[in-house]
């Protein structure tokens, strides 16, 4: 079981709290979408999961507490895609997504005809066979960013920890991608915790969100009780329209047009 528990952890860079005795539970199996405006602290929140981050605090996956695992136990269960990977020159994505059966293989040997087996089924669920070739560095950075969900799927974890991973995603591909994931979720059980930059986009992804504001929950529920016109302005600064469809609420941008535009053809 991979329940995910985090119970008053506190996390700073320098004298300044981050994270601010933060406690949360993710089900083992279930999704939760993180929210919250710029330097909330979504990444550092999955960051700290992901073991890269200090913190007070306990952080554990199933009955176990983060610090008490192993580095190379906690790489196998928990596989962080983030916001800004870093890509190894001359790599082939064949190579790159490959790198996820790391933490699998003891030093002793190299990748068994098992590992290459489910490198190549990440790289068609994320539609990448005919690029598998190409240098990494090459690719487009949507196409980057399915090389990178491909070599987490690749680790087969019990806990995904995804950072914005749909920004610069095209509609098609953000789908496809969204739809993956909950696939995996549903078939292996897998423990997901999204940080989304979308909130109409984070609506539809899970059941369960925490808006997170200044390191701090600032509420925590079903998207509609998270993701009201009120909590919005409050903590985004930003007024926006909140309807209500069945497929969970869809945020707009209230603009105000009432400012003369510097660019309105001149009669
Ligand atoms: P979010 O992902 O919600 O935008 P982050 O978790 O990246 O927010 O950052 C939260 C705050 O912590 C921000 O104010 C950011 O500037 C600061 N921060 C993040 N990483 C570091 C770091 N390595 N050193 C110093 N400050 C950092
Ligand atoms: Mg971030």
Same mark, same amino acid.
């Given at each position: 079981?991979?329940?995910?528990?985090?119970?008053?952890?506190?996390?700073?860079?320098?004298?300044?709290?981050?994270?601010?005795?933060?406690?949360?539970?993710?089900?083992?199996?279930?999704?939760?979408?993180?929210?919250?405006?710029?330097?909330?602290?979504?990444?550092?929140?999955?960051?700290?999961?992901?073991?890269?981050?200090?913190?007070?605090?306990?952080?554990?996956?199933?009955?176990?507490?983060?610090?008490?695992?192993?580095?190379?136990?906690?790489?196998?269960?928990?596989?962080?895609?983030?916001?800004?990977?870093?890509?190894?020159?001359?790599?082939?994505?064949?190579?790159?997504?490959?790198?996820?059966?790391?933490?699998?293989?003891?030093?002793?040997?190299?990748?068994?005809?098992?590992?290459?087996?489910?490198?190549?089924?990440?790289?068609?669920?994320?539609?990448?066979?005919?690029?598998?070739?190409?240098?990494?560095?090459?690719?487009?950075?949507?196409?980057?960013?399915? %090389? $990178?969900?491909?070599? #987490?799927?690749?680790?087969? !974890?019990? @806990?995904?920890? /995804?950072?914005?991973? =749909? &920004?610069?995603?095209?509609?098609?591909?953000?789908?496809?991608?969204?739809?993956?994931?909950?696939?995996?979720?549903?078939?292996?059980?897998?423990?997901?915790?999204?940080?989304?930059?979308?909130?109409?986009?984070?609506?539809?992804?899970?059941?369960?969100?925490?808006?997170?504001?200044?390191?701090?929950?600032?509420?925590?529920?079903?998207?509609?009780?998270?993701?009201?016109?009120?909590?919005?302005?409050?903590?985004?600064?930003? %007024? $926006?329209?909140?309807? #209500?469809?069945?497929?969970? !609420?869809? @945020?707009?941008? /209230?603009?105000?047009? =009432? &400012?003369?535009?510097?660019?309105?053809?001149?009669?």
């Amino acid at each position: 079981m991979s329940t995910v528990r985090l119970h008053n952890v506190t996390a700073a860079f320098g004298k300044r709290p981050v994270l601010d005795d933060l406690s949360l539970t993710v089900p083992s199996g279930g999704s939760l979408a993180v929210i919250g405006p710029n330097g909330a602290g979504k990444s550092t929140l999955l960051n700290a999961i992901a073991g890269l981050v200090a913190y007070h605090g306990e952080i554990s996956v199933g009955t176990t507490p983060m610090r008490a695992m192993a580095r190379s136990t906690r790489a196998r269960l928990v596989a962080l895609v983030p916001q800004s990977p870093l890509f190894p020159a001359g790599m082939t994505v064949f190579d790159y997504v490959l790198l996820g059966r790391t933490p699998h293989i003891p030093y002793w040997r190299s990748e068994g005809a098992a590992d290459v087996a489910i490198t190549r089924m990440s790289i068609k669920a994320l539609d990448l066979s005919d690029l598998e070739d190409r240098s990494v560095d090459t690719l487009s950075g949507g196409e980057r960013q399915r %090389a $990178v969900l491909a070599r #987490a799927l690749t680790q087969e !974890p019990e @806990v995904l920890l /995804l950072d914005e991973p =749909t &920004t610069g995603l095209d509609l098609g591909h953000q789908q496809t991608f969204l739809e993956l994931v909950e696939s995996i979720r549903h078939e292996r059980g897998t423990t997901v915790i999204s940080a989304i930059h979308d909130l109409t986009v984070a609506a539809r992804c899970a059941a369960e969100m925490v808006l997170l504001s200044g390191g701090v929950v600032a509420a925590t529920g079903s998207p509609a009780t998270v993701i009201t016109e009120d909590l919005v302005r409050r903590h985004y600064g930003a %007024a $926006v329209e909140v309807i #209500a469809t069945s497929g969970g !609420p869809v @945020v707009v941008p /209230l603009v105000d047009q =009432t &400012t003369p535009s510097t660019t309105e053809p001149t009669k």
